[in-house]
Every structure is written in structure tokens, then in C-alpha cells.
């Protein structure tokens, strides 16, 4: 069906994605191998009527992306080498509509309308035109576009932020129990990345998904995330998890809150010591490249 | 702020409060009066600035008016004392003069326009047949790497066969008759279809192929909703190029042809040789490059209109949509219908 992991009843499975000791290296048994994530364990439950939002923050190439291609079953980085990657109790086979992906590059399709670009995901399950529109443009709405005016427009016309709204709408439409998010604001200028945040948590509160967050921005993370998850350097390992107070406030009202940025320092400290110490700072020693 | 004050690990972009970040002092005779000065000394014109239209329009006609003048220069005088001979080169008036020839009534198989038709119908035919073979294959190919492993050998010969050799080939496989043209397009074409069409569905980004596997896409309907679609104005440009090229060697193989009456810008070629009126191949070499002109303005006005998600402003630069456009005006009582197209 369309919900591949949304168990029967059949598992009594309460966590949504569990990582046991996952590694991922390229080339494996090669001179020229490279180890992206090493070991890296977690679990998220699942927390009915919720979802949990966890932003994975690190330094560049610590393997945030590769954690979040492993979630949704995409190559080279799916399989991992080893370790299992369980989603809903089963292990991920390959991609699919239960775990929707934005990307940091607005990857609109550029052929299609707005309205054709949010419909994608329902066209091809062969939901019919009409109804598939109405949907669409409902969240077209919801995202904050313009119905009679962006709808027809073709990706060309729309400026980053737009495109952007188009994809979180592409993909919350097929109503996924986990959203992957790739930087999806990184490329946007401060104002429009407040308004973004701020969208999402409106919306995340109506899908009541699992979101996994890569950022490199800690304001981002911590105002988004319940939970931060910290990479060390590369290969990344999971160095800590961090528990932070959810979004109450808007993202540019809550960001100048001195408890919130107290928050935002001490991860930093973290991350500053990650960048400049030396390597194995936090890695468990013992791994071996065959 | 300089990236030195920046927090690492934070690349966010967020202005933020630092104190420090004060603008270094520009130290003086750094080099900027000397930049301004520089400027002003360079003898060049200014680096690819547009220029405006009749700048453009005048010095087009500046490079034609060249052209006329020397052709008229090198033939000009009496027949002995001329540069180049009639036979080499006919003048300007001569050419002229014989146009009308090309007209006349009594002779159809000898007009310039017939022959035209007659070569392009060969070119269409042809050129139809590689595009049903070459554009299905090549997307294939361009999304299985196993298919373009496989037509890499037929792929590679087929864009370094020698046209001359490739004449005498179709002549022995295909004789004279009109078979023998269609299948020269062809095989001329195809491979470099082929390839292109390959390239194109490569070309498009794997992020699209990602994006569609994560809204529950299948790998057909990746294909026929994504990749050919966004392919297909890359294939298009080259099918432009490639038709242009084609419409330039058929001529290679109308020559070959035993027989009378069949036609073809080749055949007039044959008859200027025969006939030692040379007049004809001017005409051809001035009036073929228009032809194909036309041609190409109109494939590219096609385009406009098949892809405009991707040329929205562009299509308003193509001349053949903005003429058609103006001449459907005349007789369409609605204007705004006529502005849709």
C-alpha cells in the first residue's frame, strides 16, 4: 500500500527509526576507502499525535546527510556497510512516499506547474485529477503561496523561498510519517529562513511527523529540534543528544531570548572544540579500515 | 564581518552582535586610483557590452555590403580582363539575369523551388525514420547504463563514418533509386540522435531522480514524468543542429543519380555542371543557407511553444513566432487569442 512501514499491528513496534551501530564506508576493502558515519546508534519512539524533531548539527563532512540518504534508502549511501537501519521495526529497502526528502537545492520539477509540482507524489499513485488537485491547492495554501496566482506558474518564475514552500508542499501532501530535511533552508537569506522556520513548525504540528533536521545553523537547530543531535568530525560518530525546549514563540522573537541563545553557546562550545581539536575527540577508538 | 570573526560551525548567515568587527583601515595608494586610471587608457572597446540594435543591424549589412562589393570587384570588367572568369565566378548582373530561369514555366524539374521540396522531403523522411529509432533508444540508453554499453561500438562508428565513404555505401547497398537518400539521412543521423539523446537523459540532475523515489515514484513513471520531459529541450536543440547538417548533404547524394527527372537541389547542381552554368550554383550556395535559416527559426519557434516552461521570455526573441504572430493578427478578429499562442 502506500504506507510500507506503517505496521498492521503486526509488530508492536514503538520506535519510528532505530540506527543500531550503523556504519557507512565507501569503497569498502579499498585503498581509496572512506568512512562517512562509524557506529552511530540511536532510536526515535514514536510518539503518537506527535513526532519528534531532531536536527542533526556537525562539522562539514561528518555524515549528517549520509544519516538522513540512509533513512530514506537512497544510493550510493544506501545499503550501510554495517549495522541495520530499521524504520517502523523493518529494515529500509530502498526509498518510498512514508519517508519525503526536501533537498537544500529547490528541486522543483522544472516542467511542471506549482499545482503539477505539489500533485507529483498523488499523481503517481493514481489518485484522479480532480481530486488531486483540490489537494494540492489546499496546500498550496498552506504554505503560504497564492492559489490563483502561484498555481500556474512554472518553477522559473518563483524565487528560492517559493520553491522551496513547493517542495515541503510536494512532500507533506503524501502525508509521510518521517521528512527528511537536507539544509533545506540554506540557501535562503535570514529573513526568509525565519519565515521557513516558522512555517514549519505550523505545519509540523499538523502532519505530526518524524523530522530529521540537517543544519548547520545552531539557532536553527535548537529552535526547531527537541532533541540535537551533534556529529563529531569525520567519521562521524554521535557525540551527543541534546534535549531542547520546543518552538513557542516565533523563530526571530524566541532566537533573541537569552535562555535560548545560552542554548545555542553551549552547543557551539561544543562544535568550536570539534572544528579545532585535534581528530578522535569524541570517536570510540578500535575501528579498523580493512 | 570577515569569515576570521565568524564562529566556526556556524555558517548560518545570521547577523549577529561582534564588537570586534570593525572595517580594516584601506591603506592609501593601495591601487584603487590606479584601477580608475587604467580604465580609462584601454584602447579596447568595452568587454562584451551589448550594443544597441541598429548597431547591430549596421554592421551586418556593413559585412554584406563587403561581401557584394568584392564578388562584384573580382568579376567585374570585360570577359578577358576580369579577376575571375565566368566560369569560375559569375558576376553579380549575370546571376541576376539568370534567376528568372529558375522560374520558367516550361521547364518545372529545373526550379530552384521544386528541387528545394524535393530535397527537403528526402531530408524529412529520413531524418524522421532516425528520430523513430534514435530518440526511443537513446532514452533507453540514457537511463539503463546496460543499453549504452551495449550501442557504444554501433554508436562510435556511426559518428566517424566519412560522409564521402558513407555516399558510396548507400550507392552499393541501396542503388540510385530514392531509397538510397533516405537511408544516407539516416544512417548520418541516427548515431549522433543516438548519442545525444543519451546525453540529454544523463544530463538531467540525479536530484529530480531522487526527489520522485521520494514521492513514491516508480521507475517508469520516473522516466516518462521526469527524465524524458526534462530531456526533451536538449534533444530538441541538437535535432537542430543535426536537421541543418542533414539538409546540407543530400545534396552529396542527389549528384549520384543515373537517370533524369528525380529531382533534388543535387540534381540542379548536375544540371549547372553539365550545362556550364554556373549562375546555378550560386543561386544554390546563396539560397540554401536562407532556407535553412528559416528552417531553424522555425524549429526553434516550435520549441518555444513545446517547452515553455523553460523558454518563457526567450520565446519572445524568436523572429519566426513574433512574425507568425503579427501575420495571424491580420485575420484573427481576437488579438488576445492570437497573444496565448
Not at chain 1, 509488530?11 to 557507512?24: A, D, G, H, L, P
Not at chain 1, 569498502?28 to 506527535?50: K, M, N, W, Y
Not at chain 1, 549495522?83 to 523493518?90: P, Q
Not at chain 2, 518545372?108 to 530518440?135: D, M, Q
Request: aromatic share 10%; with cysteine.
Amino acid at each position: 500500500m502506500d504506507f510500507p512501514f506503517s505496521g498492521t499491528g503486526v509488530m508492536t513496534q514503538s520506535n519510528i527509526v532505530e540506527f543500531r551501530s550503523v556504519t557507512k564506508t565507501y569503497n569498502f576493502g579499498r585503498p581509496d576507502a572512506f568512512t562517512a558515519i562509524q557506529q552511530v546508534s540511536f532510536t526515535v519512539e514514536d510518539l503518537r499525535d506527535h513526532g519528534e524533531f531532531i536536527s542533526i548539527l556537525g562539522p562539514s563532512g561528518s555524515g549528517k546527510s549520509t544519516i538522513l540518504r540512509l533513512l530514506a534508502g537512497l544510493d550510493p549511501q544506501h545499503p550501510p556497510t554495517s549495522g541495520t537501519v530499521l524504520v517502523a521495526g523493518r529494515p529500509v529497502t530502498g526509498p518510498g512516499a512514508d519517508r519525503g526528502m526536501v533537498f537544500q537545492d529547490y528541486t522543483s520539477f522544472d516542467h511542471r506547474t506549482v499545482l503539477d509540482n505539489v500533485a507529483f507524489g498523488l499523481e503517481c499513485r493514481g489518485v484522479s485529477k480532480s481530486e488531486r488537485y483540490a489537494k494540492a491547492r489546499e496546500w498550496i495554501a498552506r504554505v503560504g503561496l497564492d492559489v490563483q496566482a502561484d498555481a500556474v506558474k512554472y518553477p522559473h518564475e518563483l524565487s528560492g523561498g517559493m520553491r522551496q514552500r513547493v517542495a515541503i508542499a510536494r512532500t507533506l501532501i503524501l502525508h509521510p510519517r518521517i521528512i527528511l530535511m537536507d539544509e533545506p533552508f540554506g540557501a535562503l537569506d535570514p529573513h526568509n529562513r525565519y519565515q521557513m522556520q516558522d512555517l514549519l513548525v505550523s505545519l509540523w504540528r499538523h502532519v505530526q511527523a518524524t523530522v530529521f533536521f540537517v543544519t548547520h545553523s545552531v539557532e536553527e537547530a535548537v529552535y526547531l529540534g527537541d532533541r540535537v543531535f551533534v556529529l563529531s568530525r569525520s567519521p562521524g560518530t554521535l557525540l551527543h543528544q541534546i534535549a531542547v525546549p520546543p518552538p513557542d514563540r516565533p523563530a526571530a522573537e524566541m532566537q533573541r531570548d537569552p535562555a535560548f541563545q545560552q542554548k545555542v553557546f553551549e552547543i557551539r562550545d561544543i562544535l568550536e572544540q570539534l572544528e579545532t581539536s585535534p581528530r578522535g575527540s569524541g570517536n570510540p577508538a578500535g575501528f579498523e579500515r580493512s | 564581518m570577515t569569515n576570521a570573526e565568524k564562529p566556526p560551525g556556524d555558517l548560518s548567515g545570521f547577523p549577529q552582535a561582534s564588537p570586534g568587527a570593525v572595517d580594516p583601515p584601506v591603506p592609501e595608494g593601495s591601487g584603487v586610483s590606479e584601477l580608475v586610471e587604467q580604465s580609462g587608457r584601454d584602447w579596447l572597446p568595452e568587454l562584451r557590452r551589448p550594443i544597441p540594435r541598429w548597431l547591430t543591424a549596421l554592421a551586418g549589412i556593413a559585412c554584406v555590403v563587403i561581401c557584394l562589393g568584392l564578388w562584384w570587384w573580382a568579376t567585374a570588367g570585360a570577359a578577358e580582363e576580369r579577376l575571375l572568369l565566368y566560369s569560375q565566378l559569375p558576376s553579380i548582373r549575370e546571376t541576376i539575369d539568370y534567376l528568372p530561369n529558375l522560374w520558367d514555366a516550361a521547364a518545372p524539374e529545373r526550379h530552384l523551388w521544386y528541387n528545394t521540396k524535393v530535397s527537403l522531403g528526402r531530408v524529412l523522411l529520413g531524418f524522421s525514420l532516425a528520430l523513430c529509432v534514435g530518440i526511443p533508444l537513446g532514452i533507453a540508453a540514457g537511463c539503463f547504463p546496460v543499453l549504452q554499453s551495449a550501442l557504444a561500438p554501433l554508436i562510435l562508428f556511426g559518428r566517424n563514418i566519412p560522409v564521402a565513404a558513407l555516399t558510396a555505401l548507400v550507392f552499393a547497398l541501396f542503388g540510385t533509386g530514392e531509397l538510397q537518400k533516405v537511408m544516407f539521412i539516416f544512417i548520418a543521423c541516427v548515431a549522433f540522435i543516438l548519442s545525444d539523446a543519451i546525453s540529454a537523459v544523463q544530463e538531467v540532475g540525479q536530484r529530480y531522480v531522487e526527489t520522485a523515489l521520494t514521492l513514491g515514484a516508480s521507475r517508469l513513471q520516473i522516466i516518462v514524468k521526469v527524465l524524458v520531459p526534462l530531456a526533451m529541450p536538449m534533444i530538441f536543440d541538437s535535432l537542430r543542429v543535426l536537421f541543418g547538417l542533414a539538409f546540407g548533404y543530400i545534396m552529396l547524394v542527389e549528384i549520384i543519380q543515373e537517370g533524369q527527372g528525380a529531382g533534388g537541389l543535387g540534381y540542379l547542381l548536375n544540371i549547372a555542371r553539365r550545362r556550364s552554368r554556373p549562375e546555378i550554383m550560386v543561386i544554390i550556395v546563396l539560397t540554401i543557407p536562407v532556407v535553412a535559416w528559416l528552417i531553424d527559426q522555425l524549429l526553434y519557434a516550435v520549441q518555444c511553444l513545446l517547452f515553455r516552461w523553460k523558454y518563457g521570455r526567450e520565446a519572445e526573441a524568436s523572429v519566426v513566432l513574433r512574425f507568425s504572430r503579427s501575420i495571424l493578427r491580420l485575420f484573427w478578429k481576437n488579438p488576445d487569442a492570437v497573444k496565448s499562442l
